[in-house]
């Protein structure tokens, strides 16, 4: 799976990033517990 696809499923789920640093992606959801990381260039599988 691309880093792209990944994205976009867990912000179909209503997650939002929350904060960036490097290549990693860090999305929170606004009644979920917990970050979901995300690392890796868009086009990466």
Avoid: C, F
């Avoid at 990944?6 to 209503?14: N, P, R, S």
């Avoid at 929350?18 to 995300?38: A, F, N, W």
């Amino acid at each position: 799976m691309k880093v792209r696809e990944a994205i976009k499923l867990i912000e179909e789920d209503g997650w939002y990033l929350e904060r960036t640093k490097g290549d990693h992606r860090q999305y929170k959801h606004p009644s979920k517990r917990g970050l979901v990381t995300i690392s890796g260039h868009l086009n990466d599988e």
